[in-house]
């Protein structure tokens, strides 16, 4: 048997060490510049779902910076240029330095070194470095995991982990788990959806999004804040949210953002007939893509999705559609050939399965909380617990080892589960009774407003 889906996501940041900081050389004069190496390497990596851990026994938990007070007579910071990396990345370091303040000039060139190679890592994740000073560290690993689901109406699977990898933190964990899952790939296991984070979606395209889509992956991702909404057009049509719309979309249409969680079932309702109204507008794909990744996409009013008097068969079309009024003065590709070619270029970082942010995108994408559930099985005090102390073995291989096996043990209680699981459902059918469901823990306020009422005394 073959299982198809797979949820990605950032996992746990794990504690290690080779020395307990405060105990290297110089390192009661360097703890305000480590600080803000680690600190900013957090600070340009969050917001996409890692999870980090506190450091392990014997590392000093460095919560204090020292706050250096001098002026600095003997620095010229704008004269230092950086080597081997890009401009960029020397003024993001220049900034950051300028802003520590470090007591001595040896001091400094040793930041100014370490921030640039921050910064080069940041432009080559796609990100823009931004100086910034905080008072948190982060040191440890990136570990990545790829958890099995099911398809999308598709039947149930056990939520194993199939791949995991374990990097440092001066290397980008998504390229270097794309390549995992090609080498899953390569070994003869065919990848369906990949359900994964804005985290992953936010990195530049040839490092995951097109990487996927070349292993033949439909992506299912949750697009990150500044890729949402138009990003230019291409033949005339609107890029939005990775799909191409006719250029006569009503820009009310595209004010639409992904559904509150606390959104009320009526709420859900307008979202969804909202979503549903602009799909009438998408340019539909007539074709499947090459092995180039190009494929072809086909006006709205061709497809019959709407009245247009530009294609004058579309008016002959009831009027329970929508109808363009005021087309473009001047036509464009898309409005004057039946079909266009779309290149892989073209909404390369957003283009997936689903229209974002339809309802069913938000079912697809909701696949992806098993990967969470993979992470709190392994952090769980109650089970593995791989919290700080876990392991006192520090390093890539023993740490990969190691939580490798306690990845398996977390498989086999999984498997176990889910067998049984099956069993009593079998039983139960045969019963003539419903699948065994989830108790429902929560409680709304209103549910328990609704209740205190109905015990007051009339």
Partial sequence: MQYRGFSVAAAVGLAAARQALGHRP???KADLGEGTGDAASLSLLGGGGWHRSTLAPGIH?????RKYIYCMTEMDLSAWVPRGVDERAGAFARAVVARVDPPSWSRARSLLWAASRLGAFALCCGLDPEPSVKDELFFGYY???A???EDDAGAPVPELVRRMVLTSPDHDPVPAFVDVLERLVFSGVAIGDVVA????AYRVPAHFALRMRA?????????????????????????FNGALYCPATPRALFLIEPLSRQASEEETKVH???SAELQRYKLGKTSACDADGYHRVACPAVLSKVRCPVREASLALSFSRPEILTPPSHLPACCVQKTITVPPAVNAKTAQRHDYPSAAHRRSYARRSAVERSNARIKDPATTDVARGWCRLTGLVPMSLFLACALV???LAVADAFEERQVENARRRAAGLAPRTRRRRRKPIAELVGTASANVPA
């Fill in 26 to 28: 110089g390192q009661d």
């Fill in 61 to 65: 938990q460095l919560g204090h910076i």
């Fill in 143 to 145: 570990l990545s995991l």
């Fill in 147 to 149: 958890t099995m689901v």
């Fill in 197 to 200: 984070d804005s985290g992953y």
């Fill in 215 to 239: 292993l033949g992956a439909g992506l299912v991702m949750d697009l990150h804040p500044s890729d949402r909404g138009t990003q230019g057009t291409y033949g005339g049509a609107i890029c």
């Fill in 272 to 274: 969804d007939a909202h």
């Fill in 409 to 411: 043990v977390r498989n």
